[in-house]
């Protein structure tokens, strides 16, 4: 968190155990050296909040949980501009020119430039009593003339698109951030520098660990989770991983997947689907973003 300094700035980290496995991963937001706000994943808060507590005590940190806000996520091309429209002045003003991974507090709402889609748009919080009456005078500004709500099922097809982890697919509690594309999160310098699970992650480092990559399949079939994927590596030995999360692209219009594998792949793959054994392409783990393929 010593990297953010300025106000309203974001960053996306994951917080370890003492094996450096991923209790959860979560967005810190900075506003000064004795204010952060953090958002964490709703499934694992009462997790997160048992943990946070217990390391902030003899620090005496104050935690205070929010648990009068909701949150609204807005995303896609036109998302910041139709939202907008629900904005007072003061609040255009505020969010006007804000870059990704920002957020600030303009009045009763919370605006924040994060999501879950690989697409532009806003992560709204607010109090709850009002997050109704937000919501309804978001779907009559946006949805009807232009949009669509989404369920959990479609932002997940999103997310896999962009390549954004899901927690307990991608990662938990046993699987460190290397093995989950997250080790650009991880500050190593100052070489001294003291976290929780950084002993056990410096291991990983030194004798390898599992990787997470992209999986593309353009025959008929789609890649679903826990479906075996196969290879041979270099030096002719065998290796098997697993998919973490598999769905057909509708931007795409083929199948992707993320896959945990052992260290040694190349740049093809066997998936065993039911009794058919289906070669994939080996790819980096991000497939879509803001709407366009990544090359």
Known sequence: MA?????GKALYSGMLNASGGVIDDLIVYYFTEDFFRLVVNSATREKDLSWITQHAEPFGIEITVRDDLSMIAVQGPNAQAKAATLFNDAQRQAVEGMKPFFGVQAGDLFIATTGYTGEAGYEIALPNEKAADFWRALVEAGVKPCGKLLALG??????LEAGMNLYSQEM????????????????????????????ALEAQREHGTEKLVGLVMTEKGVLRNELPVRFTDAQGNQHEGIITSGTFSPTLGYSIALARVPEGIGETAIVQIRNREMPVKVTKPVFVRNGKAVA
């Open 3 to 7: 990297k953010l300094t300025k106000s």
């Open 154 to 159: 479609a932002r997940d097809t999103l997310r």
């Open 172 to 199: 938990d509690e046993t699987i460190s951030p290397l093995a989950a594309n997250m080790g650009w999160t991880i500050a190593w310098e100052p070489a001294d520098r003291d976290f929780i699970g950084r002993e």
